[in-house]
């Protein structure tokens, strides 16, 4: 494992923008499911549910990545409560990909809703039927996913901070594999 790179690898860059682009998907998806009854409630049910096993694969592939490439290290005159904040955000945002999909594909089981995918795979149930879980576990997918929101908002605001204030090439890395200053 090379714990420290120049600059984000080609396969690290891909994933965090197609997944960036499939988070935020699922996030409105995840909205406008809960905010109709017509009939593109059950066209956005089954978006959502294959969307959301993409994902959870995608950052088991990404923390693969991450491991095996490593990542650039922050700017040396970083502030140390912003370098936490760095590191800490991103391993928020890492726990909440992988624990979403696990908690939605949880709940389906326990609400009794099969997990089938675009080509007509039905995953397994996680748990057996239970109205208790399922409310339980509704109501904390709920909430992760309003905090997986917020964090997202965090993170595109410290890389535009990055980008247009401190000009320090953090941005850069990740858009275009570019080496900090």
Known sequence: MNSRTATFSVPARLLHW????MVM????IGIGMVATVSERHVWLVQLH??????IL???IVRLLVRWRHGTPALPADLPPWQRAAAHL??????ALMLAMPLIGWTMLSAGGYPVTLYSGITL???????????SALRFAHTW???SLFAVILIHLTAAL???????DGVLASMTKGQKHP
């Not at 998907?25 to 409105?28: A, K, R």
């Not at 549910?49 to 993409?54: D, Y």
């Not at 901070?161 to 000009?167: A, D, P």
């Open 124 to 134: 397994p149930d996680l748990v057996s039927p239970s109205a208790t879980l399922y």
């Open 25 to 28: 998907s699922m996030l409105f």
């Open 49 to 54: 549910k294959p969307l959301g096993i993409a």
């Open 89 to 94: 955000s991103h391993w928020v945002l890492y």
């Open 144 to 146: 992760l996913a309003l």
């Open 161 to 167: 901070y990055h980008g247009l204030i401190r000009r």
């Open 57 to 59: 694969a995608l950052v």
């Open 18 to 21: 197609s997944m960036a682009i």
